[in-house]
């Protein structure tokens, strides 16, 4: 079946930094992905859209700047979180989107990175 | 704006009892719904969609526009079935899902 895998699984670091998550799609072409976050014992929000070849769409309220979105191919997208904070401490996770034959499309989930920013 | 909600964050049956995770949504539009499914240290994954009417691991789901509805069902509870259940909302034309907060489906012997 389709995988994806995110790297990190897990990232401390220091506030002020800056932090690279990659999310790639193992076995299949994704055309978009999509980036969530989801706070403890809460629901997973979407906070963008990246699509292949173009600019990521940020979902209303998310900063640009602070979440830059970077899908350079097929079959990966990366998120840095610029200057992080301890606010921005949570659970990422990533999904990529399999076109199915017949129109029907699937998300697939990544296993998420835990982000702490100390 | 689109919204799922789902009332229960903590569900427990026993064995062999039967099961019903509420889901319902809010969309002016023609809605798709899923319910995702992420057992402990697993990631969410899909477990079924209203439009294909399928049954996965004795689970359906019918969507109910009337009543803004898509409950999960199963006849009768598995231990194995105690995961954390997502529904989640496809607005029409777009891919972008909306989820719901969850229900911790608990299954006890």
């Known amino acids: 079946g389709a995988v994806v895998s995110q790297h990190p699984s897990r990232v401390i670091c220091k506030s002020g930094t800056s932090v690279k998550i990659e999310c790639r799609s193992l076995?299949?072409?994704?055309?978009?992905m999509f980036w969530y976050r989801q706070f403890p014992k809460q629901s997973l929000m979407l906070m963008a859209t990246?699509?292949?070849?173009?600019?990521?769409?940020?979902e209303q309220g998310v900063e640009k700047d602070k979440f830059l979105i970077n899908h350079a191919s097929l079959t990966l997208s990366t998120l840095t979180v610029t200057s992080a904070h301890p606010e921005d401490s949570s659970f990422y996770i990533c999904?990529?989107?399999?076109?199915?034959?017949?129109?029907?499309?699937?998300?697939?989930f990544g296993p998420g990175t835990r982000l702490t920013v100390l | 704006a689109q919204r799922v909600t789902q009332p229960e964050k903590l569900l427990s049956v026993f064995k062999g009892a039967p099961v019903e995770l509420k889901c319902n949504y809010s969309?002016?539009?023609?809605?798709?719904l899923f319910w995702y499914v992420q057992y402990s240290r697993q990631r969410l994954q899909l477990l079924l969609r209203?439009?294909s009417r399928e049954s996965i691991k004795g689970f359906t789901a019918d969507l109910n526009k009337g009543e803004t509805s898509f409950h999960l069902k199963k006849p009768f509870a598995q231990e194995e079935d105690s995961a954390m259940y997502y529904c989640?909302?496809?607005?029409?034309?777009?891919?972008?899902?909306?989820f719901g907060t969850g229900t911790q489906l608990k299954v006890e012997l």
């Open positions: 999904s990529a989107r399999d076109r199915i034959t017949g129109g029907t499309d699937t998300q697939y």
């Open positions: 076995d299949f072409q994704a055309t978009t």
């Open positions: 990246s699509n292949e070849g173009s600019k990521a769409t940020y």
């Open positions: 969309y002016s539009g023609s809605p798709e």
């Open positions: 209203h439009i």
């Open positions: 989640a909302l496809k607005t029409g034309g777009g891919n972008k899902l909306t």
